[in-house]
């Protein structure tokens, strides 16, 4: 059993738009965002018609956004957000310590590894704690990197928090 699968969630889209409540149908293109939900101290995904986002209208503790396409089917598996969104919610996640925040950005460490968007370059030993912590470095790059606490996620932890991460940046709208 996971200890993020149901204490932790990230809310899923909802198919309008958060500023004006229009609908967003299938096929139409929109601003997808990741922020803050201080209730649950996890994210929350809301999405913003091209319209609203032009205008300037944008969440309260924003991490990041990327331009998406609504699904126009429960088969319609395209991926999920780019790359360059993908690295800049995981730097944005370096300062966080919460236990959840942590597991989030070592999943998407892993993730991008598997991209070869980083490479594994090392371990070390947290001097305050005894936290095992992983050296990373973008690919083709010999300049300092990236250090992330590896929260020694069980398979099912790890399982759950993919699944939560690829709902909310896929799309998927539960319908």
């Not at 200890?3 to 738009?17: A, E, H, I, L, M």
């Not at 229009?22 to 018609?49: H, K, N, V, W």
């Not at 957000?81 to 919610?89: K, P, R, T």
Request: charged content about 25%; overall charge negative.
């Amino acid at each position: 059993m996971s200890r993020f699968g149901s204490d932790y969630q990230v809310t899923p889209p909802t198919g309008q738009c958060a500023e004006t409540g229009i609908e967003l149908p299938p096929g139409q293109a929109c601003m997808a965002t990741l922020c803050d939900d201080p209730e649950s101290g996890g994210f929350r995904r809301l999405d913003y018609s091209l319209d609203a986002w032009a205008q300037g209208h944008r969440p309260e503790g924003l991490f990041g956004y990327w331009r998406m396409t609504i699904p126009t089917s429960q088969s319609d598996h395209r991926p999920f957000v780019d790359d360059e969104v993908l690295m800049e919610i995981f730097e944005q996640l370096g300062d966080d310590p919460t236990e959840q925040r942590v597991a989030f950005r070592f999943v998407l460490a892993l993730i991008l590894i598997r991209k070869r968007l980083l490479r594994f370059d090392g371990r070390a030993e947290s001097d305050s704690d005894g936290q095992e912590i992983w050296l990373l470095k973008k690919r083709g790059q010999d300049m300092s990197g990236f250090e992330v606490v590896n929260p020694q996620l069980t398979d099912d932890d790890v399982q759950a928090l993919t699944d939560q991460l690829g709902q909310v940046l896929r799309g998927d709208l539960g319908t």
